[in-house]
T-cell receptor
Framework: AAGVIQSPRHLIKEKRETATLKCYPIPRHDTVYWYQQGPGQDPQFLISFYEKMQSDKGSIPDRFSAQQFSDYHSELNMSSLELGDSALYFC????????????FGQGTRLTVV | KQEVTQIPAALSVPEGENLVLNCSFTDSAIYNLQWFRQDPGKGLTSLLLIQSSQREQTSGRLNASLDKSSGRSTLYIAASQPGDSATYLCAVGPYKLSFGAGTTVTVRA
């Protein structure tokens, strides 16, 4: 079965650079979520999209932005990177409704040096 | 704001022993609860989803119960194996998930 695909799997950037993370949800899933997991921490919700519209926003820095495209893939853009942005970034997708299961991608490990 | 707590933070058991992992949440107005497994530096694998209207859910050696009124869920793993060693996280929804810090399980051969 198709899963959530994230790219790249690993990314190394320097401080003040920009990074773009991509997420391809499971086909027919209409909701995408982004999470950030710092070292030794639990995943923290960043932002979500339902049918290509932003549906909720968590503790996402103003330096970060995201969007969902017409083919439902999503991109998380991170600018002016800081050392503290080093983390595992997960994308998850689900199909409408309150009780549906969220499926997570393998994550993108971002290291800022 | 929903707060999710998992106890214990770490657990080490000999192979074959049953595992009991606890999850508690402060806001009982949840729609569902998911249990995930995470291997070091890896992604989150969904193990079980319990709807708010359900009391328990089973998959193979895994059984999860939900007591919404008391804000608790328990994940039971029967006859543990070394391959069960991982971090187990619970998360409550709907929509954006609020995660616990996880229980790191080590099953000794």
């Amino acid at each position: 079965a198709a899963g959530v695909i994230q790219s790249p799997r690993h990314l190394i950037k320097e401080k003040r650079e920009t990074a773009t993370l991509k997420c391809y949800p499971i086909p027919r899933h209409d909701t995408v979520y982004w999470y950030q997991q710092g070292p030794g921490q639990d995943p923290q919700f960043l932002i979500s999209f339902y049918e290509k519209m932003q549906s909720d926003k968590g503790s996402i820095p103003d330096r970060f932005s995201a969007q969902q495209f017409s083919d439902y893939h999503s991109e998380l853009n991170m600018s002016s990177l800081e050392l503290g942005d080093s983390a595992l970034y997960f994308c998850a997708s689900s199909y409408q409704g309150e009780n549906t299961e969220a499926f997570f991608g393998q994550g993108t490990r971002l290291t800022v040096v | 704001k929903q707060e999710v707590t998992q106890i214990p933070a770490a657990l080490s058991v000999p192979e074959g022993e049953n595992l009991v992992l606890n999850c508690s949440f402060t806001d009982s107005a949840i729609y569902n609860l998911q249990w995930f497994r995470q291997d070091p530096g890896k992604g989150l694998t969904s193990l079980l989803l319990i709807q708010s209207s359900q009391r328990e859910q089973t998959s193979g050696r895994l059984n999860a119960s939900l007591d919404k009124s008391s804000g608790r869920s328990t994940l039971y793993i029967a006859a543990s194996q070394p391959g069960d060693s991982a971090t187990y996280l619970c998360a409550v929804g709907p929509y954006k998930l609020s995660f616990g810090a996880g229980t790191t399980v080590t099953v000794r051969a």
